[in-house]
């Protein structure tokens, strides 16, 4: 009796999930205040555990080779590998600052504390100083390499990503070498992180390399916003649509900070027609808000 | 007692769960932590059917919290897969490296064919894929069954102890560790 009652509980919090997917009760929202912190702190002792690992394995290699050198070799592999890491660190932030300045938007820098916690939803959460700020859900996602994905919940200081691997992720995007405009998805069943391009019509082939974009349709995305590029086209003679496979630009398994795009681009200068910049311009994907 | 003690074991199986992948060298699949605890208590006699259901529920419903995934889907996977170690503790008994080993193996591939299948009704759009990785989740989640498992138990264990010596100990379920009257 007791059991039938929880399972028909749990049908009720699936229902009531599925009718309003971005909402949370209060007391959801009180469970991953609890939740989000321990969650951000373990992450940090696992990159350090992951950094100290990396370090020993480099040691050991190292003392295999001379016995003389080791001590000399392993200090200086040892400061090579932490100015190697902070140069990366660094590497990443100015990119990360270079997209904020480039994007005339409001946006807010997160740090992602944890993803792909249960393998069948690909979902990253991020932890974010929002300040002022309202983070909802439907904001884009960004880092420097292209699009992440966008905003599927928010509680406290923490959202959860729904990256654009997630097959319940659709986005509309646009070949501009063929111009051939389709839906992105995320492509279930699959190890890696892939997607693949639905409605795409059958006019010019797209090819192994196409670079694929944002079209800027829907209104969730500004348009030519980097996603990905085409790694497999299937030869298929029949149907209205071609079968594409793209692989993000973005390296999911090393999420570690990204852009959320909290406001609109401020309206453009009426004036400003005449000096408007091409769309070619630097600032990949930016074209939009400039 | 037991279940506040057990869903603390959870909870931090689950934080630890949802930040392992960065220790991976290849971040592919995970192993599913909070199944093991929910396996544990299915298997063990010392607990009733009703409050493994009730822990089942909650560790599902904080993997759904902590994972992104559309709320209740793991707490109704949990509970099915309670049932389903409460069925399967009737007929064999779970014990050792090898048969842990394989029942967690087993329960991890059925929960991730019910996640699915739950998940294709919850959010269509997302389909029935994601089986491929089932597989090497359930590999991972087999090899830490028995260290899992034999933490629980051994938590199971301790409480016992602590409970007979206050006094506590409730007559038709324990006599000592491992001995149950019925």
Avoid at chain 1, 148 to 168: E, K
Avoid at chain 1, 209 to 234: E, M, Q
Avoid at chain 2, 34 to 56: D, I, N, Q, R, T
Avoid at chain 2, 92 to 97: E, H, R, S, Y
Wanted: glycine share 10%.
């Amino acid at each position: 009796m007791v059991v039938a009652g929880i399972l028909l509980l749990a049908i009720i919090v699936m229902r009531m999930s599925a009718r309003a997917p971005g909402e949370m009760s209060t007391l959801d929202r009180g469970i991953l205040r609890i939740v989000s912190p321990a969650q951000s702190a373990m992450s940090s002792v696992a990159r350090a555990i992951a950094g100290v690992a990396g370090r020993y394995v480099e040691l050991v290699h190292v003392r295999a080779e001379n016995e003389t050198l080791q001590r000399e070799n392993s200090r200086l592999r040892t400061e090579l590998l932490e100015t190697r890491r902070r140069a990366e660190e660094s590497s990443r932030y100015q990119r990360l600052l270079g997209l904020k300045d480039l994007t005339p938007a409001e946006t807010l820098a997160a740090r992602v504390i944890s993803i792909d916690a249960s393998p069948y939803f690909r979902v990253a959460r991020v932890d974010l100083d929002r300040g002022d700020a309202t983070v909802r859900r439907g904001m884009p996602v960004l880092t420097p390499e292209g699009v992440v994905g966008r905003i599927n919940r928010v509680a406290g200081s923490t959202s959860d990503i729904m990256l654009l691997v997630d097959p319940r992720s659709a986005i509309d995007v646009v070949i501009p070498r063929t111009g051939g405009r389709g839906i992105l998805r995320g492509k279930s069943g699959e190890n890696g992180y892939r997607c693949s391009i639905e409605y795409l019509v059958r006019g010019e082939q797209a090819r192994e390399g196409d670079k694929v974009v944002t079209s800027g349709l829907g209104g969730a995305f500004p348009r030519d916003l980097a996603v990905g590029k085409v790694s497999k086209v299937a030869p298929a003679n029949v149907g209205l649509y071609q079968e594409v496979e793209v692989t993000p630009d973005v390296d999911f398994a090393r999420l570690s900070e990204v852009l959320v795009v909290v406001a609109a681009p401020p309206a453009p200068d009426p004036e400003a027609g005449t000096r408007r910049t091409s769309p070619s311009t630097p600032g990949r994907g930016l074209s939009v808000y400039r | 007692m037991r279940s506040l003690f057990t869903l603390i074991v959870a909870y931090l199986l689950l934080i630890l769960q949802s930040t392992v992948l960065e220790l991976a060298p290849v971040r592919m699949a995970a192993p599913s932590l909070g199944l093991l605890v929910v396996l544990h208590v299915g298997l063990s006699p010392k607990w009733s059917v009703s409050s493994s259901a009730v822990v089942a529920f909650v560790t599902g419903y904080l993997l759904d919290l902590v994972s992104g995934a559309p709320q209740g889907v793991h707490a109704f996977v949990f509970v099915l897969m309670v049932l389903f170690a409460r069925v399967l503790s009737v007929r064999v008994a779970v014990a050792g490296i090898v048969l842990s080993a394989a029942t967690s193996f087993v329960a991890s591939l059925l929960a991730a064919l019910l996640i699915v299948l739950v998940r294709a009704q919850v959010a269509p759009e997302g389909g029935y894929g994601g089986l491929r990785q089932a597989p090497l989740e359930a590999l991972l989640t087999g090899a830490c069954g028995p260290i899992v498992l034999g933490l629980l138990r051994r938590l199971d264990g301790r409480i016992d102890t602590t409970r007979s010596r206050v006094g506590l100990a409730r007559g038709p379920h324990t006599l000592g560790d491992g001995l149950h009257l019925r």
